[in-house]
T-cell receptor
């Protein structure tokens, strides 16, 4: 069966520090990969999606970036965090091919920027 | 423009009572519809999904949802709620031309009282 792991689960970072959140998917190949953010009391916002290694599309302008160095690895990064980057970050995957495939989420990473 | 609306931000329901969560969407293409549930501090779990066919969809944990194209709605129901159903519920919509990028509603927080 397929599983998705993301880490760290929680982190507190000072303003201006770098960020790296990692996500890996197991049990499937060539998945579509996503990073979502959920700010307090708000819905989910798609930040990045990827259809393959090195292929990243950004949905919203921001100081975050994403990379996909391997087929099942997706990394969310920032060189300098802002207070507004605080939130709950969710990595997700879906199978390639059919549109409307279900998106499966990881357990999320709580980021607090102080 | 594509949008998903969950009109109820917060619902309180007594244990054993019925529950209905509303979801309305505005989508140009053929929609694919999902309901996810999120327990505090955790990722999202898929409850059910509608792609085509029977408009009444059965999901996990005793939930069901009905797709009504004429009303652009996909409401979630459960005949008798349990205390463990207290969580936040998200409606999401995808389409044939967005291949996996879901548009999420803002969520409905469900509180279950004894």
């Amino acid at each position: 069966s397929q599983t998705i792991h993301q880490w760290p689960a929680t982190l507190v970072q000072p303003v201006g520090s770098p960020l790296s959140l990692e996500c890996t998917v197991e049990g499937t190949s060539n998945p579509n990969l996503y990073w979502y953010r959920q700010a307090a009391g708000r819905g989910l916002q798609l930040l990045f999606y990827s259809v393959g290694i090195g292929q990243i599309s950004s949905e919203v302008p921001q100081n975050l970036s994403a990379s996909r160095p391997q087929d099942r690895q997706f990394i969310l990064s920032s060189k300098k965090l802002l207070l507004s980057d605080s939130g709950f970050y969710l990595c997700a995957w879906s199978a390639r091919g059919l549109p409307g495939n279900t998106i499966y989420f990881g357990e999320g990473s709580w980021l607090t920027v102080v | 423009a594509q949008s998903v609306t969950q009109p109820d931000i917060h619902i309180t329901v007594s244990e054993g009572a019925s529950l209905e969560l509303r979801c309305n969407y505005s989508y140009g293409a053929t929609p694919y519809l999902f309901w996810y549930v999120q327990s505090p501090g955790q990722g999202l779990q898929l409850l059910l999904k509608y792609f085509s066919g029977d408009t009444l969809v059965q999901g996990i944990k005793g939930f069901e949802a009905e797709f009504k194209r004429s009303q652009s709605s996909f409401n979630l129901r459960k005949p008798s709620v349990h205390w463990s159903d207290a969580a936040e519920y998200f409606c999401a919509v995808g389409s044939t031309d967005s291949w996996g990028k879901l548009q999420f509603g803002a969520g409905t927080q469900v509180v279950v009282t004894p």
